[in-house]
C-alpha cells in the first residue's frame, strides 16, 4: 500500500473516531439540556434553540436549528382544541447534509409542587415519560437550507400519537429533533423544552376552584436605559442616540407595551398598574417638540413620540400609577456614596412631573427600588421624613422576598420601628419566570438592560401563573412584576395577561389594586429588610459613584455662588437642576453590570457641568499688560454669561518675581463683564507670563486658565530700599577712601622742610 492511501485511510479512521458518539446519541437519549431561547425578528415566534457551541459542557456542532413560530393553545382548557399544534421551520446550520429529519413532541409527567416547578425554572424538566412517534419533516437539508413544519399532536387517547394527557397539570412538554448528519449516525440534534399549562383538559376533566381565589395584582412597567443629554425649546433638546424613535413606533418595544396595556385594562382596571420612569417620560416630551441627536443630527422620531405620549395621557386617565425613582436610580448605590440630596431628588422630583405631564397622581410614598432589594442603611433613609428637604418619608415599599426577613406568607407585611412601613412582596417566581431563559437564573426581581431584538418568552411564566392560581390558590397574594425594562414582543406579552383575564373570568383569581395592599395596615410582624450579597455584587461601581461624588460638589459649590439678579432673570435651580437629573442618569439602576454605559453617562454629565462653569472666566487681554510701577495692580477681566449673579475668586498663580496680595472675592452681574485691578507688588523688572483663574469661593474652578503676559521696568519697594542702601554704602566707602588718602599725605611730609624752599648751593672755584 502506498505511503498516500495509507495517509487517507487513517485520516478516515480518526473522523470515524470521533464522529461516534454522535452516533449513539438515538432518539431513545436523555434531552440535551438545552435552554429555550426566544427567537422573533418579525413574527411571533415562541422559543428556537439556542446554539450548543455557546453552552457550557456541550462543545459538540450544532447542526439543526429548530425554530417555533406558533405554539397553539398556550394555555389548555376545557373548551381549548383537542390538540397541540406547533408551527415553525428547521434550519441547517452545519456545515454539512442532514437527512433523515424527523420531529415529535414529548411530554413529562406533571409538576405538582413548588419547588419541581422553581428547578423545572432553572433546568429543563424531563419530558420523556410520553413520546409519541416521529414525524418526517424532510428527507435531507443541505448546509443553509430550511424546512417549514407543522405538526399537531392530540392531547388525549392511547395511540402513540398522543400526549395522553387525561387530566390537568403544568407538563413539560419537549420538542426533539432527530436527523442523520453526513459521515455520522442517527442522533438527537435539537430540542426545545418549556412548560404547557392544562387547567382542564378537553372533553376530560377539569382543575377544580380553589377555595379562595388568588388575589392577582400587574405592576407593568414603562422604563428604558437613560438616553437625554439635555432638554431645550423646539427642537434645541438633544438624546444620545434616536434608538427611542424605533422602539415608539408601531413595531417597537415601548409601543408594544403601551399597546398591551392598553387591551387588557378593560378587563384588568383593578389589577393593573403602571410603573413610569420620569425620566423617559420628560425624554418622550422633548422628543415630541423636536430634538438632536447628540453630534448635531436631527431626530426623526417627533411624530411616534407626539403620538405615544398622547395614547399615555389617555390610557392613565383614573388609572393606578406608580413613579420609579427618577432615572431609576439605584437608591442603594446613592446612598452608599452618600448622596443624600440627590437620592431625594430621585424620589420627589418624578411623581411631580408625572402629575404635571400625564395629569395623573401618581401611589404617594411609594417605591420600587431596583431588583427589589435595599440595604438597612438605604431602607432607614427612605423612611425617615427630611422636613428641611420637603421630602416626607416612604411609607411603603415593593420588595423581592428575598429582600425581607421574618416575613412569611405572600400579603403585606409590617416592618416596625420608629417609621413604621408596610412591605409588599412580589411573587418572584412568575416575575422570575418572566426574564426568559436568555438570562441567567436569579432569585431577585428585575433584569439586566436587555437588547431590543431579542425577545423574552413568557411561556413558563404563563405556566407558574396558572399553577399559583389553579393549584395553590388559597388566597395568596399574587404581584406580578415583568422586568423594568422588559424586551417581550406584543405577541407574548398579550399573550401573558390574556391568560391572567381567562384566570380572572373563570373564577380561580380575584383583582386587587396595588393602592389596595400598600394602604392595608399589615399584621404587626418583626420583618426586617435583607441584603442579598449577589444584589450587592450587581451595584454600580465605586470607579462611577466616585466620579459623581466629585461632580455632585463641584455643582453644589456652583450654586453656592450663585444669586438670582432680579425676578425677571433666572433662579440657580432652573441652571442647576438639569444637572442633578443628569448625574442621576449616571447612577441609574439600568446600568448595573454595563460599566461601560455608566461611564458614558458620567462622561455626559461632565461634560454639561462643564459648560456651565466654562460660562464664567477670565477674558484674555489682546496686548501683554506694561506695570508703570511697582505697585501697579494687573488688570483683569473677567465675564459672566449665565443669567444669574457670580460670586468669583481670582486666583493667581505663583509668579517668580511677584507678590500677590490680598483681594476681596468679587461679584459678578449677571450677563456682565468687570475689570478687577489685581494689587501685586513687582520684586524686579522684566517680562514676567502669570497665570490667571476663577474659582467659586468653595474652590471650584471657573473657565479656563489664562496666561498673562506682564512687563514692568519699575523697581519695586524692596529693589529701592536696596539701591538707595547701595548708593549710601557707595557714598560713605568712597567718603573714607579720600579720608584715608589725604591723612597719609599730611603724616609722610611734617618732619622735613619743603624742598620748594631750599635755595641751591653755589659750587666753589
Known amino acids: 500500500m502506498s505511503v498516500r492511501k495509507l495517509f487517507c485511510t487513517a485520516a478516515v479512521a480518526a473522523f470515524l473516531v470521533t464522529a461516534t458518539p454522535l452516533a449513539g446519541a438515538v432518539e431513545q437519549s436523555q434531552p440535551d439540556q438545552t435552554d429555550a431561547l426566544p427567537f422573533l425578528p418579525d413574527g411571533p415566534q415562541v422559543w428556537a434553540t439556542r446554539t450548543l457551541a455557546a453552552q457550557p459542557g456541550q462543545p ?3 447542526f439543526l436549528r429548530l425554530d417555533i413560530a406558533q405554539l397553539t393553545p398556550r394555555f389548555v382548557t376545557s373548551d381549548s382544541p383537542g390538540t397541540v399544534k406547533i408551527t415553525g421551520k428547521i434550519v441547517n446550520v452545519g456545515d454539512r447534509k442532514v437527512s433523515d429529519i424527523v420531529l415529535r413532541l414529548e411530554r413529562g409527567q406533571s409538576l405538582d409542587t413548588e ?15 410520553v413520546q409519541p412517534n416521529f414525524t418526517k419533516v424532510a428527507d435531507e437539508l443541505e448546509a443553509g437550507q430550511q424546512k417549514d413544519f407543522t405538526l399537531e399532536v392530540p392531547l388525549r387517547g392511547t395511540e402513540r400519537t398522543s400526549l395522553a394527557i387525561d387530566q390537568p397539570g403544568i407538563y413539560p412538554i419537549l420538542a426533539n429533533i432527530n436527523g442523520r448528519p453526513d459521515y455520522g449516525g442517527q442522533a438527537r440534534l435539537a430540542a426545545l423544552s418549556t412548560l404547557l399549562p392544562v387547567l382542564g383538559v378537553p372533553g376530560g376533566e377539569t382543575k377544580g376552584k380553589p377555595g379562595a381565589p388568588s388575589k392577582l395584582t400587574v405592576l407593568w412597567p414603562i422604563a428604558d436605559r437613560p438616553r437625554l443629554v439635555k432638554t431645550g425649546g423646539q427642537g434645541e433638546s438633544e438624546l444620545v442616540d434616536d434608538d427611542l424613535a424605533a422602539s415608539l413606533s408601531a413595531t417597537g418595544r415601548l409601543y408594544g407595551l403601551l399597546q398591551a396595556y392598553e387591551q387588557a385594562i378593560p378587563a384588568m382596571s383593578t389589577s393593573m398598574c403602571l410603573a413610569i420612569d420620569p425620566d423617559l417620560l420628560r425624554t418622550i416630551q422633548a422628543m415630541s417638540t423636536g430634538y438632536k441627536i447628540r453630534g448635531g443630527t436631527e431626530g426623526k422620531g417627533e411624530a411616534e413620540a407626539k403620538l405615544w ?20 436610580a439605584d437608591l442603594v448605590a446613592l446612598n452608599r456614596a452618600k448622596l443624600v440630596n440627590m437620592r431625594t431628588l430621585a424620589l420627589n422630583d418624578g411623581p411631580k412631573l408625572i402629575q404635571q405631564i400625564l395629569g395623573v397622581q401618581p401611589l404617594p410614598d411609594f417605591v420600587w427600588p431596583e431588583d427589589g432589594v435595599l440595604d438597612q442603611s438605604t431602607f432607614d433613609e427612605l423612611v425617615t421624613p427630611q422636613p428641611e428637604q420637603k421630602y416626607e418619608g416612604m411609607k411603603s415599599v415593593l420588595l423581592d422576598p428575598t429582600g425581607l426577613a421574618d416575613a412569611p406568607g405572600t ?7 420608629k417609621h413604621p412601613v408596610t412591605a409588599v412582596k412580589i411573587d418572584s417566581m412568575v416575575s422570575d419566570a418572566l426574564q426568559g431563559s436568555a438570562s441567567k437564573p436569579r432569585t431577585l426581581s428585575g433584569v439586566t438592560t436587555p437588547i431590543e431584538s431579542q425577545p423574552v418568552s413568557v ?12 393549584w395553590q390558590g388559597d388566597g395568596r397574594n399574587v404581584l406580578v412584576t415583568p422586568p423594568r425594562r422588559w424586551n417581550a414582543p406584543l405577541s407574548e406579552m398579550t399573550e401573558f395577561l390574556s391568560a391572567a383575564q381567562k384566570l380572572l373570568v373563570s373564577g380561580y383569581a380575584t383583582q386587587t389594586g396595588l393602592e ?31 466620579s459623581v461624588t466629585k461632580q455632585s460638589a463641584e455643582l453644589a459649590g456652583l450654586v453656592a455662588s450663585m444669586q438670582q439678579e432680579d425676578k425677571e432673570h433666572t433662579a440657580p435651580a432652573d441652571l442647576a437642576d438639569p444637572l442633578w437629573l443628569g448625574l442621576l442618569r449616571a447612577m441609574s439602576g439600568a446600568w448595573r453590570q454595563n460599566e461601560e454605559g455608566a461611564r458614558s453617562a458620567a462622561y455626559i454629565s461632565q461634560g454639561e457641568l462643564n459648560s456651565l462653569t466654562g460660562m464664567v472666566g477670565v477674558t484674555p487681554p489682546a496686548s501683554p499688560i506694561l506695570l508703570g510701577s511697582g505697585d501697579s495692580p494687573i488688570p483683569v477681566t473677567i465675564t459672566n454669561k449665565l443669567d444669574v449673579r457670580v460670586t468669583v475668586r481670582i486666583v493667581l498663580a505663583d509668579t517668580p518675581g511677584i507678590r500677590k496680595l490680598d483681594l476681596a472675592d468679587q461679584v459678578l452681574p449677571a450677563r456682565g463683564e468687570r475689570v478687577v485691578r489685581v494689587p501685586v507688588e513687582v520684586l524686579r523688572s522684566g517680562r514676567f507670563p502669570v497665570n490667571v483663574r476663577l474659582t467659586t469661593p468653595e474652590g471650584v474652578a471657573l473657565g479656563d486658565t489664562v496666561k498673562l503676559e506682564v512687563s514692568s521696568s519699575a523697581y519695586g519697594t524692596i529693589t529701592v530700599i536696596v539701591t538707595v542702601i547701595a548708593a549710601i554704602a557707595l557714598v560713605l566707602l568712597s567718603g ?18 619743603s624742598i620748594e624752599n631750599v635755595t641751591p648751593e653755589k659750587s666753589s672755584a
Open 411 to 417: 400579603g403585606p407585611a409590617g416592618i416596625g420601628g
Open 736 to 753: 573714607r577712601r579720600i579720608y584715608k588718602r589725604v591723612r597719609a599725605r599730611n603724616g609722610e611730609n611734617g618732619g622735613a622742610p
Open 60 to 62: 459538540q456542532p450544532q
Open 516 to 546: 389596595e395592599l400598600t394602604s392595608a395596615a399589615p399584621p404587626a410582624t418583626n420583618a426586617k429588610v435583607s441584603y442579598p450579597p449577589e444584589a450587592g455584587a450587581r451595584e454600580i461601581s465605586t470607579t462611577i459613584s466616585d
Open 115 to 129: 419547588d419541581e416547578l422553581r428547578k423545572a425554572l432553572r433546568e429543563p424538566a424531563a419530558a420523556e415519560f
Open 459 to 470: 411561556q413558563n411564566a404563563l405556566s407558574v401563573l396558572v399553577f399559583r392560581a389553579g
Open 309 to 328: 405620549l398622547d395614547r399615555l395621557k389617555l390610557a392613565v386617565t383614573g388609572r393606578c400609577v406608580v413613579a420609579l425613582p427618577y432615572a431609576d
